[in-house]
């Protein structure tokens, strides 16, 4: 690890907060060099905010009160992420489209995990539009947020066969299982000084990617996730 300190990352959420109950984990475990400075949800009843404070994460909720408006919703959040001192900010299931403005402030330190095999699939319900197309194939995308939605740079992919008989639910779960390995395995690369963004190139270890990071088919991030 060249940084001297370890990298603070806040964590946003709507619901469950699986994705975000792994990368406290692998941090916890000392997998990923990084400290979770704080975990926000946008709803009260996400029970990833009970989660969070099972793990020992100071998780606070931030509500847009009704007429007030994205912009008060906007300030309180960039306040709480000053405040908690988050160097990266981590979309984890978060349910809220946030303004050019807020996400432009944080280029390149900005991540979200969407459920499809990106630039398809974009959007809500993924896994039942992937089942209803009759696709043979789905996955899940780590990318960089920018105010297109769902359309920053893509960092590393995992892909999952979609089986006859499969329904939302079971496509969802292999779906998520593979979410828990990639999402932390790139937190850890940014944690390290290894991946950043320029531009809207994805640069790993000093070199434009030219494709995102596949799992499983990626050696590294095999052994990294084992
Ligand atoms: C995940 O499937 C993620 O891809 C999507 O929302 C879901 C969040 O699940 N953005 P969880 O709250 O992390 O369990």
């Known amino acids: 690890m060249t940084r001297a300190h370890q990298l603070k990352v806040a964590i946003l959420i709507s619901g469950r907060g699986s994705n975000m109950a792994a990368i406290a ?31 020992g994460l100071e ?19 960039m306040r709480s992420l000053q ?54 194939e789905h996955g899940t995308s780590v990318h960089f947020v920018t ?8 960092i590393c992919q995992a892909r999952v066969a979609v089986l006859a008989g499969d329904s939302e639910q079971t496509l969802e779960a292999r779906v998520l299982a593979l979410e828990h390995r990639i999402y932390p395995y790139v937190v850890g690369l940014i944690a390290t000084d290894r ?6 190139t994805v640069v790993l270890d000093g070199r434009a990617l030219t494709a995102p990071l596949f799992y499983p088919h990626d050696d590294e991030l095999k052994q990294a996730t084992a």
């Open 59 to 77: 998780a606070e909720v931030i509500e847009a009160r009704e007429g007030a408006g994205r912009a008060a919703f906007e300030a309180a959040l």
């Open 83 to 136: 405040d908690c001192g988050a160097e990266l900010v981590i979309l984890a299931g978060f349910m809220r489209i946030l303004s050019a403005d807020f996400v432009q402030h944080f280029a390149g330190r900005m991540l979200n995990i969407h459920p499809s095999l990106l630039p398809q699939y974009k959007g809500l319900n993924t896994h039942r539009r992937v089942l209803e197309a009759g696709e043979r």
């Open 195 to 200: 991946l950043e963004l320029r531009g809207h």
């Open 147 to 154: 105010d297109e939605l769902d359309g920053g740079p893509v």
């Open 25 to 55: 984990r692998a941090c916890a475990a000392g997998r990923v060099q990084a400290t979770i400075a704080r975990v926000i949800a946008d709803r009260a009843t996400a029970a990833g905010v009970v989660l969070a404070r099972q793990l």
